[in-house]
């Protein structure tokens, strides 16, 4: 069964300490692994879609990275405006039902 | 910059009541899908179509039917609702398939009482 978990669920950080958050993922026929950021009320909205091994995406404080079993997204320096809620979701090769989602981790950054 | 828009934004119903979320898009998306997430779990594919005229049965459609007769919009129907359909939805759209960003509306919060 294709799988996506995401740790820790929750993330506590003071302004300025790194961490990073995993995305483990156990699906046939990835064709993309992709990390999403979600404020509460809203809807989740796109950060990094990352195709192969060994390949690194970064904008601003956030990068990301993926293995042949995870992607991690590591946040250097954080502000509070970097709290949310932060999925990753594994793209397949099949028709139509193309997405798994993670159940994402909750990040509180306190200044 | 529309993109995925849904109506309404929050909905109180009564068990047995039945209604619409709308979905529209103005990215001229093919693929159009509706999910909901519920409280520590990831989002769940309900419905999604790869084209106007043509849908299809995602992992938790019971309850539930869309329709697509533009490829612009998606409406969610809820038959005979049930506390179980208390959730918050979302409708998406993306332009393929497989590897292709997907792109979210804002999400509809319904409770079912």
């Known amino acids: 069964e294709d799988q996506v978990t995401q740790s820790p669920e929750a993330l506590r950080l003071q302004e300025g300490e790194s961490s990073s958050l995993n995305c483990s993922y156990t699906?046939?026929?990835?064709?993309?692994l992709f990390w999403y950021r979600q404020d509460p009320g809203k809807g989740p909205e796109f950060l990094f879609t990352l195709y192969s091994a060994g390949e690194e995406k970064e904008k601003e404080r956030l990068k990301a990275t993926l293995t042949k079993k995870e992607s991690f997204l590591h946040i250097t320096a954080p502000k509070p405006e970097d709290s949310a809620t932060y999925l990753c979701a594994a793209s397949l090769d099949n028709y139509g039902q193309n997405f798994v989602f993670g159940p994402g981790t909750r990040l509180s950054v306190l200044p | 910059n529309a993109g995925v828009t849904q109506t309404p934004k929050f909905r109180i119903l009564k068990i047995g009541q039945s209604m619409t979320l709308q979905c529209t898009q103005d990215m001229n998306h093919n693929y159009m899908y509706w999910y909901r997430q519920d409280p520590g779990m990831g989002l769940k594919l309900i419905y999604y179509?790869?084209?106007?005229?043509?849908?299809d049965k995602g992992e938790v459609p019971n309850g539930y039917n869309v329709s697509r007769s533009t490829t612009e919009d998606f409406p969610l129907r809820l038959e005979l609702a049930a506390p179980s359909q208390t959730s918050v939805y979302f409708c998406?759209?993306?332009?393929?398939?497989?590897?292709?960003?997907?792109?979210f509306g804002e999400g509809s919060w319904l409770t079912v009482v």
């Open positions: 998406a759209s993306s332009r393929l398939s497989s590897g292709n960003t997907i792109y």
């Open positions: 699906v046939s026929g990835l064709r993309g």
């Open positions: 179509s790869v084209g106007a005229g043509i849908t």
